[in-house]
């Protein structure tokens, strides 16, 4: 078993299908296709469904989100939870973001694998919504959400 799957085990415990609820059919299905097989972590770059199960199991073991973080009505409760879990308010817990987060990589390296990847509207994609490479889940995350594994210090340029 490689180290990267080990670390990966250790920092997401159980699997998508063990959580309630609806969940995406690519992923679910990726995760059955993978099970036993050893993924690098930037297989999420070019494999979607790869990344959507990784984006799911951060949704549903670390409250990644919101859904659309310029709508303040809709994410009203996310940061009210995010601001309970820390203690904080609010306004406080929106200033701790993917984007100014220790594990967000935002190298030219890999912003330049992630714009390959995605194809002609790469670049201008990555731009507008502030695209990253989570670094301790493995997939590609927007500058604006967040997660309760959040960490100062970031991004990695
Ligand atoms: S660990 Fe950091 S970069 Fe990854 S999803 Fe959480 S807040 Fe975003």
Redesign the pocket.
């Known amino acids: 078993m490689k180290l990267t799957k080990i670390v990966k085990d250790i920092v997401l415990e159980g699997n998508l299908s063990d959580h309630d609820g609806y969940n995406t059919e690519a992923a679910l299905r990726k995760e059955k296709e993978i099970k036993n097989k050893n993924v690098k972590p930037e297989d999420a770059i070019t494999d979607l469904d790869l990344n959507t199960l990784n984006r799911n199991q951060?949704i549903k073991e670390?409250g990644?989100g919101p859904l659309n973080p310029d709508d303040e009505k809709g994410s009203k409760k996310f940061w009210e939870q995010k601001a309970e879990l820390w203690n904080t308010t609010p306004e406080a817990a929106k200033a701790s973001?993917?984007g100014n987060?220790g594990?967000?990589d935002q190298k030219k390296s890999t912003l330049s694998k992630i714009e390959k990847a995605i194809g002609e509207d790469g670049k201008t994609i990555v731009k507008n919504a502030n695209i990253?490479f989570?670094e301790?889940?493995w997939f590609k995350?927007a500058g604006a959400?967040?997660?309760d594994?959040?960490?100062g210090g970031g991004p990695i340029k």
């Open positions: 951060t670390y990644y973001r993917c987060c594990a967000f990253g989570c301790f889940f995350c959400r967040s997660c594994a959040w960490v």
